[in-house]
């Protein structure tokens, strides 16, 4: 599978004068996240290319309200993508160009009300079923974690606390780690996926391979940790990929292509027409947790939401029939 490690950032060299270079190597400085690197360069790239490539440093206020516009108005961009837009640029302006663009006067996108896509208990156990090996436990564990689907690709062999009974997310969204639940009756397969990583960690070893890629320098606070079965990853891929940023060989996680794939075929096969999704599994993770009477601040934690008003979608998935009310015809 092609790029296999692109959650990996990618090599720039310092003495690079290219711009893109150097905002990536500003961000950097600052220890932003990969993701937010990867958008931010994203919508700067768009803007420029939108202003048929003129420099960001030779455009201002006009220029961003006309691109915001443009994205609300003939884009007809979700509220939301138009605040992320708004923000790389107010991020390449304000901090890295350092330029004052003042109060910016734009048309906001139109607010879109959407519910999430909730599977019924009953569904979410059928739609598991048509899962196998790894893929039943990844979906088990977003489903009965709340993980999103790169958290639960990214647990390390460390991440799992049977005596505890808890799971550890760690650089989650935001770079917050967080503890969740974790549910009984999966602990004995993560035992034996345990045991899988192991051999498969000693078979990688014996090959020359066997070291895993560690985040945040830590290769270089505890060199011989990558080659520890305790910071292997829990769903190793299949291959063999060669880091991007130092050549090495690695066995990295699994690629989220792999269980969405998976999952749309489990959703054919089951008849579940929902447009649904990985993140279904955590969206229903949460309404369950609801339905149990669980209160907003507990599930807000166990999610790992910064801001409760993240937290109150679900209550609205709650509020069936238009707020609960019961039909005459029922």
Not at 314 to 322: A, P, S
Request: charged letters at 25%; aromatic letters at 8%.
């Amino acid at each position: 599978m092609k790029n296999i490690m692109d959650d990996v950032p990618v090599p720039v060299s310092p003495a690079s004068k290219r711009f893109i270079d150097q905002l990536r190597l500003f961000m950097r400085t600052r220890h932003m996240a990969w993701a937010t690197e990867k958008t931010y360069v994203l919508w700067t790239r768009r803007y420029i290319r939108f202003h048929q490539k003129r420099h960001p440093a030779d455009m201002g206020a006009e220029e961003i309200e006309a691109y915001l516009n443009y994205l609300s108005v003939e884009a007809n961009v979700a509220p939301g993508t138009q605040a992320i837009a708004l923000n790389a640029l107010m991020f390449l302006y304000r901090q890295f160009l350092q330029k004052d663009v003042g109060k910016l006067n734009y048309q906001p996108a139109k607010q879109k009300k959407r519910v999430p896509v909730v599977f019924s208990h009953e569904e979410a156990l059928r739609v598991i079923d048509g899962l196998k090996g790894s893929y039943w436990l990844m979906a088990m564990l977003m489903y009965g974690c709340g993980l999103r689907v790169q958290e639960c690709l990214r647990l390390r062999v460390k991440d799992i606390d049977f005596d505890m009974k808890e799971l550890v997310v760690r650089d989650g969204k935001g770079g917050k780690d967080r503890r969740t639940v974790l549910p009984e009756k999966v602990m004995p397969s993560l035992r034996e996926q345990i045991e899988k990583v192991k051999l498969l960690h000693q078979q990688d070893v014996r090959a020359g391979y066997g070291e895993v890629y560690m985040p945040h320098a830590l290769s270089k606070k505890y060199p011989k940790a990558a080659r520890e079965l305790a910071w292997q990853f829990l769903f190793p891929s299949q291959v063999i990929a060669t880091d991007p940023q130092s050549g090495v060989l690695r066995r990295h996680h699994a690629h989220p292509r792999s269980i969405q794939k998976a999952l749309k075929k489990s959703l054919q096969e089951k008849a579940i027409h929902k447009f649904a999704t990985c993140h279904t599994f955590r969206h229903s993770f949460a309404t369950r947790l609801l339905e149990k009477g669980y209160d907003l601040r507990t599930i807000q934690e166990l999610l790992g939401h910064s801001d409760i008003s993240t937290t109150e979608i679900y209550t609205h998935v709650l509020n069936k029939g238009g707020r609960g009310v019961v039909s005459p015809v029922d």
